[in-house]
């Protein structure tokens, strides 16, 4: 049974440097800077241009959602907003979800705050909310996130060839999984 409750109340989640806090429009701003980042865009395959209107509405509405867990990365030493991390596409007869991470760009990255982000994001999925199965995609030219989530678990699936159009050239897109039963550090 799927616990749609702790989606909706969405704890917050304490790692050793890192806390997922509710993602809400007090994130705005750190939110607003990511999106105007090349690198984050990039591998995030993002090809729509946002309005500041349209992440505004979008971080106002993600509080009290019983399908979806959306957290912002902070960092627990100075509150420093990292990035975010989501639970989402909620399938509650089969007890799976997809996950997806933005960290805000370069100056953040090798630091093993994602690692410790995606980690977190898995022990609430799977201890709390009660999943079976957690799924991603991610792009070919991104090696270092696929190293950070076959550490956390996850196992490769699939290929999706060709399933990026970026910078003038096709991208491959790797399909991950893990499962409550599969062993994580």
Not at 4 to 24: F, S
Not at 85 to 111: H, M, Q
Not at 118 to 133: C, M, P, S, W
């Amino acid at each position: 049974m799927i616990d749609t409750e702790a989606l909706r109340r969405q704890p917050e989640l304490t790692g050793e440097t890192v806390v997922l806090k509710q993602l809400d429009e007090s994130y705005f701003e750190a939110s607003w800077k990511a999106l105007q980042e090349p690198e984050t865009i990039r591998l995030t395959g993002t090809h729509t241009v946002f309005t500041e209107e349209q992440i505004r509405k979008w971080l106002a509405s993600r509080p009290g959602l019983d399908d979806r867990a959306d957290y912002a990365i902070v960092r627990d030493e100075d509150g420093v907003y990292l990035g975010d991390v989501v639970l989402s596409g909620l399938d509650e007869d089969n007890r799976s979800a997809a996950f997806r991470i933005a960290l805000t760009g370069p100056d953040v990255f090798g630091k093993g705050y994602g690692t410790e982000a995606t980690k977190l994001i898995l022990d609430f999925a799977f201890e709390v909310v009660g999943l079976h199965r957690v799924s991603l995609e991610v792009f070919d030219f991104n090696p270092r996130a696929r190293h950070v989530y076959e550490k956390c678990g996850f196992v490769r699936e699939g290929l999706q060839r060709e399933a990026l159009w970026w910078d003038g050239a096709w991208h491959d897109v790797l399909t991950m999984a893990v499962l409550k039963s599969d062993p994580r550090p």
